[in-house]
């Protein structure tokens, strides 16, 4: 695991292993453009509704509409536990970002990034401290269970 301390909005990024998901609990999708959560029994069940997987053509949409998944937080270390897919269509570079809410301040301890994004976990909500990913992290260290709110680009 690699990550960076990070104040203010300047980020950076490491690297880590690149495990798939371990379905384990509820998993919640969030659409990263309109702030749209629903929840689902399985990780495998939501990564299906949020278009099939990591990148894949999402049929309810337009016909040349892609379905991105940007990141998945975990609420245990080692991709464990309750899990939230983050997605949109345009995929990263985008920004957006979001308040941890609906049993999520406070909570996450592993993540996975995708499509070449950079995730930031930050200590207030939309600002404070916080720790940027760009890739699947086991451990997030020092801001285990401390995460209010998030951004991705």
């Known amino acids: 695991m690699t990550a960076a301390l990070i104040l203010g909005s300047a980020a950076l990024g490491g690297t880590a292993g690149?495990?798939?998901?371990?379905?384990?609990?509820?998993?919640?999708?969030?659409?990263?453009?309109?702030?749209?959560?629903?929840?689902?029994?399985?990780l495998e069940k939501a990564l299906a509704a949020a278009g099939g997987g990591i990148e894949?053509?999402?049929t309810r949409a337009a016909a040349a509409a892609t379905a991105y998944t940007l990141a998945i937080l975990f609420k245990d270390f080692n991709y464990y536990?309750?899990?939230?897919?983050?997605?949109?269509?345009s995929g990263c570079p985008t920004w957006a970002g979001a308040n941890l809410t609906g049993g999520w301040d406070n909570v996450v301890s592993s993540v996975k990034v995708y499509n070449s994004c950079r995730l930031t976990l930050w200590t207030g909500q939309g600002n404070g401290t916080g720790v940027s990913f760009t890739s699947h992290t086991p451990d997030v260290g020092w801001i285990n269970d401390q995460a209010s709110s998030y951004d991705v680009a």
């Open 18 to 42: 690149a495990a798939e998901p371990k379905p384990s609990g509820r998993s919640c999708t969030e659409n990263a453009d309109t702030g749209a959560v629903v929840c689902y029994s399985s």
């Open 56 to 58: 894949r053509s999402n």
């Open 81 to 89: 536990g309750e899990s939230r897919v983050i997605w949109n269509y």
